[in-house]
């Protein structure tokens, strides 16, 4: 199964952006999602998750702004992040929520004037 996210870009503080993850892989199945990001020299932190029957949760720093969401016949993971602060500059990746697949390339999100 490969995991690739895509939507990252440069945008102003203020904007948002709409990350999508797609899993490819015969007969796989999405199971509990989420999404992650890391900052150079940083460990790899949770963001938000979302499980089978799309129950979500969120860290502090990105509740009310962020919002998760699946498309299971897509396999796909999505990443709505609406008022972007320079500090959610950062790569993003998803995975399960037990980081049991094997992580893609990221998309890397710079937010900054």
């Known amino acids: 199964v490969q995991l690739q996210a895509c939507g990252g870009g440069l945008v102003q503080p203020g904007r948002y952006l709409r990350l999508s993850c797609a899993a490819s892989g015969s007969h796989y199945r999405l199971r509990a999602m989420a999404w992650y990001r890391q900052t150079p020299g940083k460990q790899r932190e949770l963001v938000a998750l979302?499980?089978?029957?799309?129950?979500?949760e969120y860290v502090p720093s990105v509740k009310g702004r962020f919002t998760i969401s699946r498309d299971n016949a897509k396999n796909t993971v999505y990443l709505q992040m609406n008022s972007l602060r320079p500090e959610d500059t950062a790569v993003y990746f998803c995975?399960?929520?037990?980081?049991?697949?094997?992580w893609g390339q990221g998309t890397l999100v710079t937010v900054s004037s």
């Open positions: 979302i499980d089978d029957r799309t129950n979500t």
């Open positions: 995975n399960t929520l037990t980081r049991s697949l094997a």
